[in-house]
């Protein structure tokens, strides 16, 4: 029982409150947990015990952790990712996953690294990329389960999951120049932009104390709170939404790997994490991205875990949107070659033809009347050559068609871009609608012209074409040859389409240039006579 009048020491001061077990007494006690044995006064005074040799089961004795012995705790590095940097009294030493790390040791990642930190009670922190770490307090209660921990971070950001306190002496502190955030039993995000003067803390649930400046903030989770160097913290804020699920790509398919950021109301970049499960404890690629633009992924084809948060003007960072990402990019496909892209042709009989990657092997091809390929044409990959021709002609309007690559491995790649075509019926010939003679000129006009056809109109002095007396590309369904002299002529035109699409000649035709009839003419000077007379 406690002494009359005085009030409990865990109002006093700190403690660890211990139950007693069968067979306890106050100096077994004390040489187990103090780090004098002989304050087992003190344990008595502060507790009231009358009998300090029989104790009774279940009694709780209040211990002030002043008293309580501290032993040095050990942390490990239980995974690193890309470059890592160990520093150790003042030199730096090569680790390896595992290792023991020790007070005053100091962690650096460079980009792209990432360094996975366990503690003596399970507390894990993930130290992201460019970032800088001091262990600057590791300690453990023996005997008690409470462990007593303090991280500086001079540079980068921090992921933290913290277990629950075991009693009050346990602590879990991240300290930044501008602030420090006491944590226990959460799950946290600090982070301190390039120069040291601003802090942000981001709780995801739990509760954090963040103290600068004698003045304290509780964080809860789904908020956080940025505090600048010289300024108590701010009130706490709603941390922005994650990205919208519907607006993030499930695969790439397309070298260079280019992910695009989705638009987000209140973001002005955003960070992007890939990792091999969705514990994020061991990051393979993690930067941040400006609004509007792609990150640039340099990753093997296979399969992560995707995660990405807003981060806002002042460097808070909101909450995640996890999904699972696909790479299949390898082998790269061909470059299509022809038909082109939204090409329009004639031949019901088209030339499918494409690029030779180094590694290929052999193609994989597709052609379908929808883009979506739901009941292709014709899909295969048995191709070992750079082009394909249908087995059958092909019926007037619209196709489209894709092409893979297989290395030599026998790999299939993703498939390439899907390109459109049409196929049209060819003009149909021109047919002459008059033919004129006005002196020395010869004139041929033919049928109405489609919208942005020209005419090549050819006359020639035999059926073969072999001697061209004239030929003209115009813009008008008329051709006009002067000086064609009285005779049998052939005749041939050629539409030439607005997409350049250039048709076969039209049939020849046979032409006659009749003779002028001269007898009027010279009855012209009898009639001035007669006039005259």
């Known amino acids: 029982m406690f002494l009359s009048g005085q009030l409990p020491a865990s109002a006093q001061e700190g403690v660890w409150r211990y139950s007693v077990r069968p067979g306890d007494n106050i100096w077994d006690l004390s040489r187990r947990y103090l780090t004098d044995w002989r304050n087992w006064t003190v344990i008595q005074e502060l507790n009231g015990i009358d009998e300090p040799r029989r104790i009774p089961p279940g009694t709780r004795l209040d211990i002030p952790l002043r008293l309580l012995r501290l032993d040095p705790a050990l942390a490990t590095l239980a995974d690193v990712s890309g470059p890592f940097t160990l520093v150790r009294d003042g030199a730096?030493?090569?680790?390896?996953?595992?290792?023991?790390?020790?007070?005053?040791?100091?962690?650096?990642?460079?980009?792209?690294?990432?360094?996975?930190?366990?503690?003596?009670?399970?507390?894990?922190?993930?130290?992201?990329?460019?970032?800088?770490?001091?262990?600057?307090?590791?300690?453990?209660?023996?005997?008690t389960g409470m462990v007593d921990t303090r991280l500086r971070l001079e540079r980068g950001r921090l992921e933290t999951a913290v277990q629950p306190a075991v009693g009050s002496g346990s602590h879990f502190e991240v300290w930044t120049p501008p602030a420090v955030s006491s944590v226990r039993g959460t799950d946290l995000r600090v982070g301190l932009d390039e120069v040291g003067a601003r802090s942000?803390?981001?709780?995801?649930?739990?509760?954090?104390?963040?103290?600068?400046?004698?003045?304290?903030?509780?964080?809860?989770?789904?908020?956080?709170?940025?505090?600048?160097?010289?300024?108590?913290?701010?009130?706490?804020?709603?941390?922005?939404?994650?990205?919208?699920?519907?607006?993030?790509?499930?695969?790439?398919?397309?070298?260079?790997?280019?992910?695009?950021?989705?638009?987000?109301?209140g973001a002005e970049r955003?960070?992007?994490?890939?990792?091999?499960?969705?514990?994020?404890?061991?990051?393979?690629?993690?930067?941040?991205?400006?609004?509007?633009?792609?990150?640039?992924?340099?990753l093997p084809d296979?399969?992560?875990?995707?995660?990405m948060r807003g981060i806002e003007a002042d460097g808070l960072e909101g909450r995640d949107q996890v999904w699972q990402l696909e790479i299949f990019a390898r082998p790269e496909p061909p470059t299509p070659l022809a038909p082109q892209r939204d090409g329009r042709l004639r031949d019901p009989l088209p030339q499918f033809g494409w690029s030779e990657p180094l590694d290929a092997r052999g193609y994989r091809f597709a052609l379908a009347t929808d883009p979506d390929f739901t009941a292709p044409l014709?899909?295969?990959?048995?191709?070992?050559?750079?082009?394909?021709?249908?087995?059958?002609?092909?019926?007037?309007?619209?196709?489209?068609?894709?092409?893979?690559?297989?290395?030599?491995?026998g790999r299939r790649g993703p498939w390439g871009d899907v390109l459109r075509f049409e196929i049209l019926a060819p003009p149909a010939e021109p047919t002459i609608d008059e033919t004129q003679r006005d002196g020395g000129r010869f004139t041929i006009r033919l049928a109405a012209l489609e919208p942005g056809q020209r005419v090549r109109f050819q006359i020639a002095s035999d059926?073969?074409?072999?001697?061209?007396?004239?030929?003209?590309t115009v813009d008008e369904p008329e051709l006009v040859v002067p000086g064609l002299l009285p005779d049998d002529y052939w005749f041939r035109a050629q539409i030439i389409e607005a997409d350049g699409y250039v048709a076969d000649f039209s049939t020849p035709q046979r032409i006659t240039?009749?003779?002028?009839?001269?007898?009027?003419?010279?009855?012209?000077?009898?009639?001035l006579l007669i006039i005259l007379l």
């Open 92 to 143: 730096e030493h090569a680790v390896a996953p595992g290792a023991e790390l020790r007070l005053g040791d100091r962690l650096i990642t460079g980009g792209d690294g990432s360094a996975l930190v366990r503690f003596a009670d399970r507390s894990t922190v993930v130290l992201g990329s460019d970032s800088e770490l001091v262990l600057d307090r590791l300690g453990q209660y023996r005997g």
């Open 200 to 265: 942000a803390t981001e709780v995801l649930n739990g509760t954090v104390e963040v103290a600068a400046l004698a003045t304290a903030r509780r964080v809860l989770g789904g908020f956080g709170t940025v505090t600048r160097q010289g300024e108590p913290p701010p009130p706490p804020r709603p941390l922005l939404e994650p990205p919208a699920a519907a607006d993030l790509p499930l695969s790439l398919e397309r070298l260079p790997l280019r992910l695009p950021m989705p638009p987000l109301v």
């Open 270 to 298: 955003f960070r992007l994490a890939l990792a091999e499960d969705a514990s994020f404890q061991r990051l393979l690629f993690d930067e941040v991205v400006a609004a509007g633009s792609a990150a640039r992924l340099d």
């Open 302 to 307: 296979g399969s992560y875990v995707a995660r």
């Open 378 to 409: 014709v899909e295969t990959d048995t191709l070992t050559s750079p082009g394909f021709t249908p087995a059958a002609q092909l019926p007037l309007g619209t196709y489209y068609w894709r092409v893979g690559t297989i290395d030599a491995d």
């Open 463 to 472: 059926a073969a074409f072999d001697d061209i007396l004239s030929d003209q």
């Open 513 to 527: 240039v009749p003779p002028v009839s001269w007898w009027p003419y010279l009855l012209i000077p009898f009639a």
